[in-house]
């Protein structure tokens, strides 16, 4: 299947898809001492717009619906993927939506001179929740 990246045009938009991508987790359903799930969106509004930031949206080229998002931060020489990103919903993990929004990113961050990246996780890598 054939994915195009695009920046994002609108926080609505983006707010949506990042929404799509993260309704399975089991913290985005469950309230705990902190919601994680308003936490983050606050936050990505917060820097929606703003420079050295960077939304991308991953999109079907056949039907261009939005498979996937991921957000990137830039700090000096440094790009941070944004935690939870790639954003992309169970049904889409195979269609390539997250590895292409990857792809995009780093092409993105090397041609702005950037010489490192970093991911944040909130989970051990083997984790179940973590989606791996």
Same mark, same amino acid.
């Given at each position: 299947?054939?994915? +195009? +990246?695009? %920046? $994002?045009?609108? #926080? %609505?938009?983006?707010?949506?898809?990042?929404?799509?991508?993260?309704?399975?987790?089991?913290?985005?359903?469950?309230?705990?001492?902190?919601?994680?799930? &308003?936490?983050?969106?606050?936050?990505? %509004?917060?820097?929606?717009?703003?420079?050295?930031?960077?939304?991308?949206?991953?999109?079907?080229?056949?039907?261009?619906?939005?498979?996937? +998002?991921?957000?990137?931060?830039?700090?000096?020489?440094?790009?941070?993927?944004?935690? #939870?990103?790639? $954003? +992309?919903?169970?049904?889409?993990?195979?269609?390539? $939506?997250?590895?292409?929004?990857?792809?995009?990113?780093?092409?993105?961050?090397?041609?702005?001179?950037? %010489?490192?990246?970093?991911?944040?996780? &909130?989970?051990?890598?083997?984790?179940?929740?973590?989606?791996?």
């Amino acid at each position: 299947m054939a994915i +195009v +990246v695009d %920046q $994002a045009r609108s #926080w %609505q938009d983006y707010k949506k898809a990042w929404i799509n991508g993260m309704k399975h987790l089991h913290w985005f359903k469950e309230h705990r001492l902190f919601d994680y799930s &308003r936490e983050e969106l606050e936050g990505l %509004q917060r820097d929606f717009g703003k420079p050295d930031n960077l939304f991308l949206v991953a999109k079907s080229e056949i039907s261009r619906m939005i498979m996937g +998002v991921l957000g990137i931060k830039l700090r000096g020489k440094t790009g941070i993927f944004r935690r #939870w990103e790639p $954003a +992309v919903p169970l049904k889409e993990r195979d269609s390539g $939506a997250g590895e292409a929004l990857i792809e995009e990113g780093f092409k993105y961050l090397w041609k702005n001179g950037i %010489q490192k990246t970093f991911c944040m996780l &909130r989970y051990p890598i083997d984790s179940p929740e973590s989606g791996l």
